[in-house]
């Protein structure tokens, strides 16, 4: 099996955990982002109706992310700003623009290893196939996103050259899953967890409570019993080299392409997620800036093939994180 299809397994194969036989916690899945989705609400015993406005305000939240930032086609807010790349100034909704300032910031944050306009290098990594791409279009993309420009005027977006465009596969699930997290705050929801193949995020805690497991899936042979995390409130990202729906975790200072995988848990998904993509990248979190490594609450590098894997843990996970074979 070559590389690429091992990393694809591990992108699929993380399991992030069940609640207890003992639980009865109110669940609901739906597939969003190309994943399943599911949220739990904290609340034992709870009737339908009390947290079924719950279940559709949160959903319809990633759904709205989902359409405008990830799926192709007219709504998709980062495609309009690609297609005028070099020519006019693109106007984007508040909540898309927040979503590119964040990225940008967490840029900042990890010395320049998350980077959403990465889009043109991950373009040369697809088209290349299973392979490596010639160093030629390697070097063409990192033009781009090493001199390309952006400017922007109120909520309206211009990428300086063409061909230039941003890339958010991965981090807007993350991203959504923080603002769906918010919206269940404002109807007055206080404890519930929002999870997907690739991250998580909990707010608040069950009675008596003070973690909730997450079982992981091993990165080659699909063994979801592999490992379990025990994870207090805040959010959490998993970011192996080959992500889900053709995200590559590309260095965009290089253009070359990362190895094994990486989990970080920080105040939100958003942020663990641009943590733990720098720290795939370079291999640990020594490259984050100071100001990264403060946001930083934990992290887990994973290296290796099987049967034997080198896991490193730190901070808030470091006694956090067990195989179980």
């Known amino acids: 099996m070559c590389r690429y299809a091992v990393l694809a397994i591990a992108a699929l194969t993380i399991v992030l955990g069940c609640q207890s036989a003992k639980d009865k916690f109110p669940a609901e899945t739906r597939t969003v982002f190309g994943v399943p989705v599911t949220v739990t609400f904290f609340i034992a015993d ?65 010395g320049q290893a998350f980077d959403l306009r990465y889009g043109p290098l991950l373009d040369a990594w697809t088209k290349a196939g299973n392979g490596t791409p010639p160093q030629a279009d390697v070097d063409s993309a990192l033009a781009l996103i090493k001199t390309g420009g952006m400017f922007v005027a109120g909520k309206s977006i211009l990428l300086s050259k063409p061909n230039m465009r941003f890339d958010a596969r991965g981090f807007v699930d993350a991203w959504a899953i923080d603002r769906a997290a918010e919206v269940l ?32 899936g091993n990165p080659q ?63 640990d979190a020594a490259k984050l800036t100071d100001k990264g490594r403060a946001e930083l609450l934990g992290h887990i590098r994973i290296s290796g093939s099987g049967p034997t894997y080198q896991v490193a843990a730190d901070g808030g996970l470091k006694d956090r994180f067990k195989t179980l074979n």
């Open 221 to 283: 042979t699909a063994d979801s019993s592999w490992a379990k995390l025990d994870m207090a409130q805040g959010g959490m990202a998993y970011v192996p080299a080959r992500g889900g729906s053709g995200r590559l975790v590309l260095d965009p200072r290089t253009g070359q392409m990362a190895s094994g995988a990486a989990i970080a848990m920080a105040k939100d998904c958003a942020t663990a997620f641009g943590l733990a993509y720098a720290i795939a990248v370079d291999g």
């Open 46 to 110: 709870a009737k339908p109706e009390e947290v079924k406005a719950g279940f559709d305000a949160a959903f319809k939240t990633l759904e709205t992310y989902e359409r405008n930032v990830a799926t192709p086609g007219a709504t998709n807010q980062l495609e309009k700003i690609a297609a005028g790349a070099g020519r006019e100034s693109v106007p984007v909704d508040t909540t898309v623009y927040a979503l590119i300032m964040r990225g940008l910031q967490l840029n900042e944050l990890t």
């Open 185 to 216: 705050n404002a109807k007055g929801f206080a404890a519930f967890e929002i999870r997907t193949p690739y991250a998580v995020r909990i707010v608040g805690m069950p009675v008596n409570q003070q973690s909730r497991e997450i079982k992981l």
